[in-house]
């Protein structure tokens, strides 16, 4: 009796101490993709998100499962698309953005490729440029570390490098160190990262990167035409104060939202990406501006509507990643591809007139 009484005394004391622990003493300073969270960083809200979150991803990955089992490839289906809008998760990302964005056909068409690239080369003016960005990219991250064992740094690097020889007319721009930092997190693999770099910024988002950025530039201006259309007060806003889209959305584009917005929620709009290529990218920039039409619209100047741009992409709205995700989907409205083509067309004549 004794006995018992004491482990219930036990029981009841572990209880008590799991009571007064805190969300920030329960919840890892790490995040799953190696970034340390902040001082300032919301670990309450963040484990009561994270509580729903976990029991959407456990039904997701179970889905997922069901649906590869017994297959090294996937079919472009409907269902399909529609698991992906609901999130890829993690165990399969890697598999499902090499096959749905074409990179894993490149990399069967081209063994050794990749690692060519990487011993055939010479190019001190490359490799220098390469070396100044890779202390900067992601400092917060563990992974990133050279005290980390594997470190990613040595494998940024070749990444980088074997890019910048495979595609020339790009070489290196600032930007490019991040999306491949999110695609070794994800793959884990040089070569896959590679491969991904080279849908991205050769199909998927063409000029994007190269010296004129005239792609970048071209989709910056097709958000301004697509604001006008379906959010003209925000457009009305912008003309008021004399606001360039180049200065409130560059780095959106640019970064691909990595360090805008949450990383699960990057993560999520990059399952989007590689599936369904650049639109993506509009139906995010739209949903933020018109979910946050009111906070803009009480902009005053343009350092104001310069604050009110970087306020839109934190809080809740963008943290909890499921219901964003759905919503860029419907907030925005209808976005066909031909919509997209035909602004693009018109935009881009405007900037080559502007430039002549």
């Given at each position: ?11 009841n ?19 799953p ?8 960083f ?5 484990e009561?998100?994270m ?9 997701r990955?179970i889905?997922w499962?069901?649906?590869?089992k ?6 472009r289906?409907v269902?399909?698309k529609?698991?992906?809008r609901k999130?890829?998760p ?18 069967e ?12 080369h ?7 440029t ?9 400092p917060?991250n ?6 980390s064992?594997?470190?990613?740094q040595?494998s940024l690097?070749?990444?980088l ?18 999306i ?5 997190i994800?793959?884990k693999d040089?070569e896959k990262s590679?491969w991904?770099?080279?849908a ?20 910056q ?5 697509l604001?006008?259309l379906k ?13 360039m ?16 917005l949450p990383v699960e ?14 639109k ?9 501006i018109?979910h946050?039409?009111?906070l ?10 310069c604050q ?9 709205f ?5 219901p964003?995700?759905q ?5 925005p409205?209808?976005?066909s ?9 018109t935009c ?6 502007g430039e002549s």
């Open positions: 009796t004794g006995a018992k009484a004491a482990t219930g005394t036990q029981i004391e572990t209880r008590s101490t799991m009571d007064q622990s805190t969300a920030k003493d329960r919840v890892d300073r790490i995040d993709y190696g970034f340390e969270r902040s001082e300032d919301d670990f309450e809200s963040y009561e998100l509580s729903e979150y976990l029991i959407i991803c456990t039904r990955s889905k499962s069901r649906l590869l017994d297959t090294g490839k996937v079919q289906t269902k399909l529609r698991y992906v999130g890829i993690n165990e399969h990302r890697a598999f499902i953005w090499m096959t749905a964005s074409g990179a894993q056909e490149q990399l068409k081209n063994p050794g490729y990749y690692q060519s690239m990487l011993v055939t010479n190019d001190s003016k490359l490799v220098e390469i070396r100044t960005d890779l202390n900067r990219t992601f917060d563990v992974l990133f570390r050279k005290s064992d594997p470190c990613l040595k690097f070749n990444v490098l074997a890019y910048g020889y495979h595609n020339p007319s790009v070489g290196y721009c600032q930007g490019m160190n991040f491949a930092g999110y695609l070794l994800i793959t040089e590679f991904l770099m080279d991205l910024i050769g199909r998927i988002l063409p000029d994007y990167y190269s010296p004129a950025m005239l792609g970048l530039k071209t989709d201006e097709v958000l301004g035409e604001v006008k959010i003209p007060r925000v457009w009305q806003v912008m003309v008021k104060h004399n606001v889209w180049t200065l409130v959305v560059s780095r959106w584009f640019i970064c691909l939202y990595i360090d805008i929620t990057v993560m999520r709009i990059w399952d989007c990406l590689f599936y369904e290529g650049s993506i990218l509009f139906r995010v920039a739209l949903t933020l018109h946050n039409q009111a803009i619209e009480q902009a005053k100047s343009l350092p104001d509507v009110a741009f970087k306020d839109l992409t934190q809080g809740p963008v943290e909890d990643c499921h964003f995700m919503k860029i989907f419907t907030e409205g209808s976005l591809m031909a919509t997209l083509t035909k602004l693009r067309a881009r004549g405007r900037l080559a007139e």
